[in-house]
């Protein structure tokens, strides 16, 4: 069981390293960082835009780091706030034409290193990601009954 658990966490830390670094790499060569490439590609899958708050689920952050990565991408012309509604944190937030053709480049960056990552037969792949839902849904019950220790 421990080495199920040690192998477990080292493929996952590794992975995850991988995965940044290819992001920072990738959006380094376009002039942005690593932590945007979820919400360009959300919002390049989502033409009618989405809330702050939409966003969030979308990329899996907190409401503070995607306010600041909207704050970046605005200041460089990548997104807008549409404003046409009266509920601030409900406005849809769009990619502008320049981001567009950004996010598009984004998309196909990851498409091709997820084929050349994901290389091997389709029905693996497939179980893969079954079985790593499972883990997934798995541990996220584990954490909604756990309460985090206080320190002393």
Known sequence: MEQRYATFSLL?????????????????????KGNQVQCLFELYNTPEGASLMRLCEMCGEDK?????????????????????SERKYKNPIRLTEKGEQIAGTVAERITANLESGGLGPDEERE????SLGVISENLTEICKKIRPVKRT
Not at 17 to 25: A, E, G, P, T, Y
Not at 127 to 130: A, G, L, P, T, V
């Open 12 to 32: 996952l830390i590794n992975i995850s390293r991988c995965v940044q670094k290819i992001k920072n790499v990738e959006m380094a060569k376009l002039g942005l």
């Open 64 to 84: 503070g780091m995607m306010s600041r990565t909207i704050k970046e991408l605005t200041a460089k012309g990548l997104v807008y706030i549409d404003s046409s």
């Open 127 to 130: 179980r893969f990601y079954r």
